[in-house]
């Protein structure tokens, strides 16, 4: 079967509900871009809420364009993609954490009182 | 897909798994393909994230973040570079549904959004460098520079694939290639959007409040 087959074969129900999903995803997204620029530029909250609350809400942001633009679940390409996006999301959170982690430790220890602005 | 892996010498179990690839349309070994590239590229972004978090507070006596980042600036930025992943999410049912000239008007819409973020990315790199605070002035500024000035590169190359797909649907019109091609394309995109919510955030906005 081609790709042509497919696409003709889904119904036109199926491909209005496809982009209903995606709506309520650009919904989120927006959300989720506008808050944190909101929570910043009008100071709303102390700076240790502030950084908490931005950077949740840009993970949940990543996990809607993953789940919703890119379309990635446990179903497509058998699971494969989700499993290559988790794997990935590890190693970057292994790289990031990890480099962030070590390095200021190194700061601290090795420079006591030396300009690390916290 | 699992099904055939505990006898690999029936050849004709091999041959039923490449057809059933293309049982529904997402179902491309070359779509595949094209994530385990992004997951790889993402790697990359890791690598400069990982960089840019251990130098940001290493001013070097010059300007930090507070000073010279434009925040309403980079709110238009970001705003550019959504709307562009929404206009791109509309092409797709276009493209699903084989009719050429509502997806040449949206990637063209896309590409138009895309060259105003790369266009307010430059100018303001150009204001960052007039005002002294260019990449050479401290470790936080090189790295900054080079994580945000990698993502606008491959917004760069995005913009040229979304010529050269406008140049070949009009060509072509959407055979198969095409449509893989572009949703090649649509996934480049999306992602790119995805590693800009890093950037905003960690670079941007938690580099102000800190």
């Known amino acids: ?118 | 897909m699992t099904d055939h892996a505990d006898d690999p010498g029936r050849s004709i179990t091999w041959h039923r798994v490449d057809e059933d690839g293309h049982d529904h349309e997402d179902g491309n070994a070359t779509l595949l393909g094209f994530w385990i590239y992004l997951m790889s590229d993402a790697l990359i972004f890791a690598s400069l994230f990982a960089m840019f978090g251990v130098v940001s507070t290493s001013y070097a006596g010059g300007p930090v973040p507070r000073e010279i980042f434009n925040l309403p600036l980079v709110a238009l930025n970001t705003g550019l570079l959504l709307a562009s992943s929404i206009t791109f999410g509309e092409a797709m049912p276009h493209l699903a549904a084989g009719r050429a000239a509502p997806v040449r008007v949206w990637l063209a819409m896309t590409g138009l959004l895309g060259a105003g973020f790369v266009g307010v990315e430059l100018y303001e790199f150009g204001h960052l460098v007039s005002e002294g605070a260019g990449p050479q002035r401290s470790a936080f500024l090189s790295a900054f520079f080079t994580l945000v000035g990698t993502h606008g590169a491959h917004v760069t190359v995005g913009m040229i694939w979304i010529a050269v797909m406008l140049a070949q649907i009009a060509r072509n019109g959407l055979t198969p290639a095409m449509r893989r091609r572009v949703m090649c394309l649509s996934m480049f995109w999306h992602f790119l959007d995805i590693i800009w919510i890093g950037v905003f955030t960690f670079v941007y906005l938690y580099g102000v409040v800190r």
């Open chain 1, 1 to 118: 079967m081609t790709d042509m087959q497919a696409m003709d074969g889904s119904s036109q129900a199926h491909r209005a509900e496809r982009h209903r999903f995606y709506w309520a995803g650009v919904l989120l997204a927006a959300a989720l871009t506008v808050l944190p620029f909101w929570l910043v530029m009008t100071g709303q909250a102390d700076r240790s809420t502030t950084a908490l609350l931005i950077f949740a809400m840009a993970l949940v942001q990543i996990v809607v364009h993953v789940a919703f633009f890119l379309h990635v679940d446990t179903r497509s390409e058998g699971g494969w993609t989700l499993l290559a996006f988790l794997f990935t999301a590890v190693i970057v959170v292994l790289t990031i954490g990890g480099s962030v982690w070590i390095m200021y430790h190194l700061n601290t220890n090795m420079m006591p009182g030396a300009i690390t602005g916290h």
